[in-house]
């Protein structure tokens, strides 16, 4: 898969420089792709910051040239909306409310929208008003935060 070889060329290259890589989405499009790289620092990212890790990627990639084609590089904060790539992070934010597509339905839905209910290993449950639903994080296709704003959910 393109993502993990991306992943292993980038992530050491966006922590070497002091930030924590979160993570990358590779979007093949018909004319070119987009590839969008998350990073995160405890004191939060700055448009430089941002700059300056694209000049570090771009360096890497023009060496290693992993992406055949034109491309465009992204480079940003995850955001509060942020997506979640693994059950770490999923771990982190249990009690939040997130928005799921699955690759293969769990009790005929492909869509969930719920609270981050529990996390163990690679399996994640996550509950809403109806059901609670349980599932691989292999079978997660997208994962995003849905935060809340004194309480009402978005």
Request: charged letters at 25%; hydrophobic letters at 40%; one cysteine or more.
């Amino acid at each position: 898969m393109k993502e993990k070889l991306l992943t292993e060329l980038i992530a050491p290259v966006i922590e070497d420089m002091g930030f924590v890589f979160w993570g990358l989405e590779y979007l093949p499009q018909k004319n070119n792709a987009i590839l969008r790289v998350y990073i995160e620092h405890a004191d939060g990212i700055t448009v430089n910051n941002c700059a300056e890790c694209s000049r570090e990627i771009s360096g890497v990639l023009e060496v290693e040239d992993p992406i055949t084609g034109a491309y465009v590089l992204e480079v940003s904060s995850p955001g509060m909306d942020r997506v979640l790539f693994n059950s770490t992070q999923f771990d982190r934010y249990k009690g939040e409310f997130v928005q799921i597509k699955l690759a293969q339905p769990v009790d005929g839905a492909r869509n969930i929208k719920g609270e981050i209910k529990s996390v163990d290993g690679d399996k994640i449950i996550v509950a809403n008003e109806v059901t609670e639903y349980e599932f691989e994080m292999g079978n997660v296709m997208k994962a995003r935060l849905k935060p809340t704003f004194g309480g009402v959910k978005k």
